[in-house]
């Protein structure tokens, strides 16, 4: 997830339920706006300055890594934050490859907002360069796998779609959703962006396995540049794409520190190329084998952190807009809430100001519950003012998941552009990355799924279940050319990290990928939100800086405490409080 005001929090479709790539997240205001295109694509890694110290490529890659006779390229758009030290320095730490998620998350973007603290965390004996880059199909990557002309479409579409209310609020709104899905792709079938003159489509090259492959070959670039190579050229051959036998430069190693979605992206890189991995570090994890499957469980962790949010609120007292003085226990904050959630479920509350008018309605309290865990340290006393305001009749507090749109031709409505069209890119690549729906049962197929979720999380698997929706009806002509569905696992040292309670990834997907990956260890923090690195406190950054410098993991199940708690006023800690304030 850099940061957008929370408004663009909510999105359609989601990854576990909201992409990481629809989190708040912005380049910082005093980083001017580039214009990519200046740059002429190479199949060398040419670098540009950009961004007040950054430097940007566009690297020309091959669309399909399983035929050399494809005419067709890819071009990623990708940045570094150079080391403070030159590369030929015996204390240059090598590149460290960033991801931040989604599916469809803009890495360029998310350099621009975490590369100079994640290089100031890990500064010492050691001195790393910072890499990151669009995959292909996303944001400044070309060509666009966005199906909207534009982002007021692609908004009219998303608002449409919300105001049929959640899937399991009545068979009408199921058939809604499962139209709209159904119209969205075929316009993504249809559209001409992402289209090739002879037929491709890019739309059939998103899976992870490609973006593990464009990966590998990032790599190979980056050695290629530390030893003051050219690079070129190489030949491509089905073998070669699946397992990178015969390749040149076996030495270029992965060090890597992917978030979320880029959990799997980290977990399918060493699983197919595992000699190539140095250092991998992977934040909120993923369930592999569950991601490559139906998808069925990521919200396990959702009663635990609503029960969460009402012993914070009771402990905050006046912390916590929802309390009052009367209050004896968190129930008393939960029948509040139950009262506001009965109230709009009978009657949406009118709200309005700041040139909105909007009603709120149970459906939505549902959805504002999951935006404000993913970030609990900065979204639940937000969402405990909202709640507020609509206990005590008020109509003037807009619910903060509200999107805000783009006004004109400037660096932040780019990204607001992004954070509005990017759900096609998502759903592309989620649908690649699964099995084949299309002839499942079809909308009844999707209603043993949809009552599989709901019948075990109640307040949230409609919200998930909404995420792999359009799977059950994408085309047929934009399946995946490539799908890697494991299996998962390697002799590779991985360094796993997880929050105690996560909103999309819960704990035991960390602990069963580790056990697959032997070696690995897992690093648990004492906190509640989706991500343990942004914010994480001293003793987690540690342990990442032990294991990328000399390859020290934790004892597996180590458990790093954290120096603050929701509604419970000042973090206390230096590096936990920057990271709220940025993210």
């Avoid at 989601?14 to 205001?29: E, F, I, N, Q």
């Avoid at 403070?84 to 907002?113: E, K, R």
């Avoid at 970030?375 to 903060?400: C, K, S």
């Avoid at 698997?461 to 299996?487: H, I, M, V, Y």
Wanted: with cysteine; hydrophobic share 40%; glycine share 10%.
């Amino acid at each position: 997830m850099m940061l957008l005001s929370f408004t663009s929090l909510l999105i359609s479709t989601c990854y576990g339920l909201v992409p990481d790539a629809y989190l708040p997240k912005r380049a910082p205001p005093d980083i001017p706006w580039f214009d990519w295109h200046r740059i002429q694509p190479s199949q060398a890694l040419a670098y540009h300055d950009c961004y007040n110290g950054f430097q940007c490529a566009r690297l020309t890659l091959p669309l399909d890594w399983h035929n050399s006779s494809n005419p067709n390229n890819i071009s990623l758009a990708v940045i570094r934050l150079p080391a403070t030290v030159p590369a030929d320095d015996p204390s240059h730490g090598g590149s460290i490859i960033i991801n931040p998620g989604g599916p469809g998350g803009p890495g360029t973007l998310y350099a621009l907002g975490v590369a100079r603290d994640l290089q100031r965390l890990l500064d010492g004996e050691k001195h790393y360069e910072i890499v990151s880059f669009d995959p292909r199909g996303v944001f400044m990557s070309t060509p666009s796998a966005y199906c909207f002309d534009n982002f007021v479409e692609a908004e009219i579409w998303w608002r449409e779609k919300r105001a049929a209310g959640n899937l399991d609020s009545s068979e009408a709104a199921l058939r809604y959703h499962w139209a709209m899905e159904e119209a969205r792709g075929e316009l993504c079938a249809s559209t001409g962006s992402g289209a090739f003159g002879n037929g491709d489509n890019v739309r059939n090259h998103l899976s992870t396995a490609y973006v593990a492959r464009d990966m590998l070959e990032l790599v190979y670039k980056l050695e290629e540049n530390k030893r003051g190579e050219t690079g070129g050229e190489r030949p491509l051959d089905v073998q070669q794409a699946m397992t990178a036998q015969g390749m040149p430069d076996h030495s270029a190693q992965l060090q890597y520190i992917g978030g979320s979605y880029g959990t799997f992206i980290g977990q399918t890189f060493a699983a197919m190329y595992p000699e190539h991995v140095g250092r991998m570090i992977l934040d909120s994890n993923l369930d592999a084998d569950n991601w490559v499957s139906l998808y069925e469980a990521s919200v396990d962790d959702h009663e635990a952190i609503r029960d969460y949010f009402f012993k914070r609120c009771f402990a905050g007292g006046t912390k916590c807009a929802l309390w009052r003085p009367e209050d004896r226990s968190p129930q008393d904050v939960r029948t509040r809430y139950d009262v506001v959630y009965a109230s709009v479920k009978e009657n949406p509350a009118v709200v309005s100001g700041q040139g909105h008018a909007k009603v709120v309605t149970s459906d939505e309290l549902q959805w504002a519950f999951l935006m404000a865990s993913y970030q609990p340290l900065r979204l639940f006393n937000v969402f405990a003012e909202m709640l507020n305001e609509l206990y005590t009749g008020g109509h003037t507090a807009l619910p903060f998941w509200q999107h805000v749109l783009p006004t004109g031709n400037t660096f932040y409505d780019e990204v607001l552009e992004y954070l509005i069209r990017g759900a096609d890119v998502t759903t592309a690549i989620h649908c690649s990355d699964g099995p084949d729906l299309s002839g499942s049962g079809n909308l009844t197929g999707y209603q043993s799924y949809l009552a599989n979720l709901t019948s075990g999380f109640p307040n949230a698997g409609a919200l998930q279940a909404e995420f792999k929706l359009p799977c059950w009806s994408w085309p047929d002509n934009l399946r995946t050319k490539w799908r890697f569905d494991g299996p998962f696992n390697a002799s590779v040292p991985i360094l796993f990290v997880n929050n105690r309670l996560d909103t999309a990834t819960p704990l035991k997907n960390a602990m069963k990928m580790a056990e697959q990956f032997e070696g690995s260890a897992v690093l648990v923090q004492d906190n509640v939100g989706h991500g343990a690195l942004w914010p994480a406190g001293q003793c987690v950054w540690d342990w990442v800086k032990s294991y990328l410098d000399d390859g020290t993991l934790p004892p597996s199940g180590t458990v790093c405490g954290f120096p603050c708690e929701a509604f419970g006023g000042d973090c206390g800690d230096g590096l936990v409080t920057e990271a709220l304030v940025r993210f």
